[in-house]
């Protein structure tokens, strides 16, 4: 058997993780297991960029890479933010809990 890892192999593990990830965001309600499932996410498409990439031969998957996980560092930072207020705020980081739109 071959033990080579083609660029379907890659894929599938990708699009596995962001579906793991989807449904994280879409049944989850901890705040913080949310922000965890859209960084899986986020990882997902890093992978996917990587692959296509060192398929094409080129390093344009990885620049991007790199500009998503700058942009993942940015979004970590200020989501964290918003969940300490949220949990000092409100003591709770159940997101139906939290109604700070309402009037």
Do not use: W
């Amino acid at each position: 058997m071959g033990g080579e890892l083609t660029l379907a192999h890659f894929l599938i593990l990708s699009a596995l993780l962001f579906v793991i990830g989807m449904l994280g965001v879409l049944t989850r309600k901890n705040v913080l297991i949310i922000f965890m499932s859209v960084e899986l996410m986020l990882n997902a498409v890093n992978l996917t960029l990587i692959a296509f990439g060192r398929y094409l031969g080129s390093m344009v998957g990885q620049v991007f890479a790199v500009f998503v996980i700058t942009i993942a560092a940015a979004e970590a930072a200020i989501g964290l933010g918003l969940i300490l207020v949220l949990g000092r705020r409100e003591d709770t980081v159940d997101v139906t809990a939290v109604n700070l739109l309402k009037d």
